[in-house]
């Protein structure tokens, strides 16, 4: 690492650590919890009211009367909803609140005459109003897919406690009906019509309006997501595009994923020189950097405190993926954050790379077979390509992409053939057929963007399910015996996570805890090729370079990880269009999105 980094005073890593969860925030959110499963409890369960609880529940909104209860059933569900805001110190939860507390204590008053209720919600609206400034932070981006998974959520939460609402009157319930009446009962009654069962007294009116407001709060929750105004992720725009291009002139030398930077459904964050960058992407909250940030190493300190102020303004928790030793060395250094190992990013190094030894016999044996197939291999830099060719080639690698769902993201630029991308390199699998298909010859795909002016980085490896095994090994020495033609050193292959735990458990002497890791990363290989990759990259003797995870507490962990995942493309929340319409979107799109990276050596 460059010894002119500046380092910073105790003071300004404490700023820089970003949004740790605040004590009253956090307080008051789980006070709503509280009073949230407190208000349904009053609402719900009529035992409640005349329970040792009650002199908790008379302070509550809405304990009494067929439309107190619906009341309180609400107000309760909606204070669930909010807490999570208010956790994260949302300034929309916080308004939402401060809206809802007067009108509690309103309601209080007229519905129950209830002074001390009023004067509850009233003391904390108080305290509400006096800690405003700890909820100060921006909207998450949305979408129209929040209305949709609300309605779903909802619906579905709505029918669960409708059964229990309309089980709880056992004694005033007339006759015995079945599960089926029941939930008929509840489906009308989240719709205001009067459903087959019947109570005693004014319990079916109790039971009526609580229904019919979980009903509109299900309606009115979704109406409002849908119509709101859409605040979507941040996009890499042509000027900051430019702007990362020219940083990555200087110094895309120094992280083989800088060029990965420029996938355009990341965001960027500068530092006040311009000097330096760090992009990003936002997934469920986590705020997730990958890579080391781009320029200037003695302008990353702005880039970063950039990014930090970032993520704390919208309550983000930061977090990097598959940074280098010395970006994360930066990295906690400059914020106080912590740093875990990853995994490993296989390098080869051109000079040393030779298809002779035993070593390597294995590789050897698999090429030859393949050429004596066949088979002929093209490498050649995009900007060589004609146009009818590329767009064979963007076909056949998004219909050659193996799954739904488009991975990639840390190591992953997710396009092929766009004018910018002249410089990456494209390795191509050729073999004549008595019926030519689709694509003509083509047969596998390896595409490299460029690791400064002397390196390449391996971006996505595709192939026809139909042609021989190994084409990935086929295209990856014909692109490091072409290396030398193009100016190459040196070659970065896929990433191995947890790499030195597969290496050290497998060896004479290891330890039960380290066997016993080894064996649960070799079960969870049969869904994320973590194994299978180590192996594969093992295959070409690289020197292994190691690659960390950047985090705020422990506790952040699980949720970066599934941030992660949902990033990579291996956790998909969100319905996928259907592949024939999807294809047609590709088509009519720019060709910059014509393919997504995916790290595919199943067939190795």
């Known amino acids: 690492m460059s010894g002119g980094v500046p380092g910073r005073s105790s003071r300004a890593r404490r700023i820089l650590r970003g949004p740790r969860p605040e004590a009253v925030p956090t307080l008051i959110a789980r006070a709503c919890v509280l009073v ?40 309760g569900v909606l204070l669930l909803l909010l807490a999570h805001g208010l956790r994260r110190r949302k300034r929309r939860a916080w308004r939402a609140a401060a809206v809802l507390l007067p009108a509690g204590a309103v309601a209080q008053f007229v519905y129950r005459h209830s002074v001390a209720g009023a004067l ?46 309309v089980s709880a009157h056992p004694n005033r319930m007339v006759g ?19 459903g087959p069962l019947d109570y005693d007294g004014t319990t079916s009116w109790t039971v009526a ?26 996009r890499l725009t042509e000027e900051d595009e430019a702007k990362l291009r ?33 992009t990003y992407r936002v997934v469920s909250g986590v705020m997730l950097a990958s890579g080391d ?49 990853l995994g490993d990013e296989a390098v080869v190094e051109v000079a040393d790379f030779s298809l002779a030894g035993r070593a390597m016999r294995n590789v050897r044996q698999m090429v030859k077979r393949i050429e004596r197939a066949g088979y002929e291999t093209r490498v050649r830099r995009i900007r060589d390509l ?57 047969k596998a795909i390896l595409h490299f963007v460029p690791w400064g002016p002397d390196g390449a980085s391996l971006d996505l490896m595709r192939r026809d399910r139909t042609a021989d095994p190994g084409m990935n090994e086929l295209l990856i020495v014909a692109a490091l015996q072409a290396a030398p033609k193009f100016g190459i050193t040196r070659v970065s292959l896929n990433f191995a996570m947890f790499r030195s735990a597969l290496a050290r458990g497998e060896k004479i002497g290891a330890g039960p805890v380290l066997r016993a890791w080894r064996g649960l990363l070799v079960f969870l290989s049969r869904w994320f090729q973590i194994e299978s990759l180590y192996k594969f990259n093992a295959k070409f003797q690289p020197r292994w370079e190691p690659r960390f995870v950047v985090y705020r507490a422990s506790a952040d962990l699980p949720r970066i990880g599934f941030a992660a995942m949902q990033a990579e ?30 790290h595919d050596v199943r067939a190795a």
């Open 36 to 75: 949230g499963v407190l208000d349904i409890a009053g609402g719900v369960f009529p035992r409640f009211r005349h329970s040792r609880m009650h002199a908790m529940a008379e302070v509550l909104p809405g304990s009494f009367g067929p439309f107190a209860a619906a009341v309180s059933l609400a107000d």
């Open 120 to 165: 509850i919600s009233a003391a904390l609206l108080v305290v509400l109003l006096r800690h405003r400034d700890e909820f100060a932070a921006l909207p998450d981006p949305r979408s129209r897919w929040r209305a949709l998974a609300n309605f779903v959520l909802m619906a579905a939460g709505s029918l669960v406690l409708g059964l229990v609402i």
């Open 176 to 194: 015995d009906p079945s599960l089926a009446d029941r939930l008929t009962h509840v489906v009308y009654g989240l719709f205001g019509f009067e």
């Open 209 to 234: 309006f609580s229904l019919g407001a979980l009903g509109w709060l299900t309606a009115v929750t979704t109406i409002y997501l849908a119509f709101r105004p859409e605040h979507p992720a941040a």
């Open 246 to 278: 020219a940083l990555l002139d200087k110094h895309g030398r120094r992280d083989s994923l800088g060029h990965f930077a420029l996938r355009r459904d990341k965001a960027v964050v500068f530092s006040p020189s311009g000097k330096a960058a760090v």
């Open 293 to 341: 940030p781009i320029g200037d190493v003695e302008a990353w300190p702005g880039a970063i405190e950039r990014f930090m102020d970032e993520a704390k303004a919208h309550s983000w928790t930061p977090a990097v993926m598959g940074c280098s030793e010395t970006g994360g060395e930066v990295w906690t250094r400059e914020t106080g954050l912590d740093a875990l190992e």
């Open 386 to 442: 004609g146009e009818p060719e590329l767009a064979r080639i963007r076909r056949a690698a998004e219909d050659w992409r193996g799954t739904d769902t488009e991975r990639g993201f840390s190591m992953a630029l997710g396009r092929v053939g766009d004018p910018a991308d002249g410089d990456c390199l494209i390795a191509t699998a050729h073999k004549q057929d008595d019926e030519p298909g689709e694509y003509g010859d083509l």
């Open 569 to 598: 493309g291996f956790v998909n929340l969100a319905l996928p269009l259907p592949r024939a319409l999807r294809r047609r979107k590709v088509a009519a799109a720019r060709p910059c999105a014509h393919a997504v990276a995916e």
